[in-house]
């Protein structure tokens, strides 16, 4: 007989992943983010600080921590960021906060964040970046859902549509590309990946005793 003081769930440790988002403004990456972060109870958001004033109904702390641009530049110079980047006027950055220390308990994070702030997570940890970007289906459709969210005015829609086509352009720094045409077939489509990149051989750093008492 094999060890049977332990179960394959308490014995299986996996490694947590950093799972990054990132699509074109508007393509829908907030939606499939929120959507996922309300199924999946595993997966945890790394809030980013920007100097972007909050939206209406976005929460301090929640959805960004919202900060000015002064201690934001504090935070550059006390070395407080994994990266971070502009992006539309705003500084955005992710801060390091307790991200490694939680992946190797297992802990996964999602990321919104552009695909500057994706290169530099890449550059900095390969093995536990996954790359997802979100492609809207149509760029008239991708106008119709800018104006639909209704949180920007026509001046800052227009910006985000001139820079769409140049953040499209990176969609090949990405390991899964998917088309965001109907949100549920997509989600759907994001978990998958999420479910598979979790069962990666390298991640499940539990499998080595498991497979030992498996052989007994
Ligand atoms: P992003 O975070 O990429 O800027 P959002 O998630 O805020 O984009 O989506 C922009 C708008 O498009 C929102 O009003 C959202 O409800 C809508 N939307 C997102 N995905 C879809 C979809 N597949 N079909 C139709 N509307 C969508
Ligand atoms: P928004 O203002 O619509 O919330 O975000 C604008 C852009 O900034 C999006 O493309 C989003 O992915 C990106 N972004 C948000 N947080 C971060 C971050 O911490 N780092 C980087 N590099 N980009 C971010």
């Known amino acids: 007989m094999g060890d049977t003081t332990h179960t394959a769930a308490d014995t299986l440790h996996r490694r947590g992943l950093m799972f990054i988002l990132s699509s074109p403004s508007g393509a829908g990456k907030t939606t499939l983010s929120r959507m996922l972060l309300a199924k999946d109870g595993e997966i945890k958001l790394s809030v980013s600080a920007t100097t972007r004033p909050p939206r209406p109904n976005e929460v301090d702390g929640v959805h960004y921590h919202f900060v000015s641009p002064e201690r934001f530049q504090q935070m550059i110079d006390e070395d407080d960021f994994y990266e971070w980047a502009e992006v539309f006027g705003h500084r955005y950055g992710t801060p390091k906060g307790i991200i490694r220390a939680a992946l190797k308990e297992g802990q996964d994070f999602l990321f919104d964040i552009d695909w500057q702030?994706?290169?530099?997570?890449?550059?900095?940890?390969?093995q536990d970046v996954v790359r997802v970007f979100i492609l809207p289906p149509s760029i008239d459709e991708l106008h119709r859902r800018l104006k639909g969210r209704a949180t920007d005015s026509a001046e800052v829609i227009n910006a985000r549509?001139?820079?769409a086509r140049a953040e499209i352009s990176h969609w090949d720094g990405y390991d899964y590309v998917i088309i965001n045409d109907d949100v549920n077939v997509c989600f759907e489509k994001v978990r998958a990946i999420l479910e598979a990149e979790r069962m990666k051989r390298a991640r499940q750093t539990g499998l080595i005793p498991f497979v030992r008492g498996l052989m007994g």
């Open 117 to 126: 702030g994706t290169q530099q997570l890449y550059q900095k940890d390969q």
């Open 161 to 163: 549509m001139e820079r």
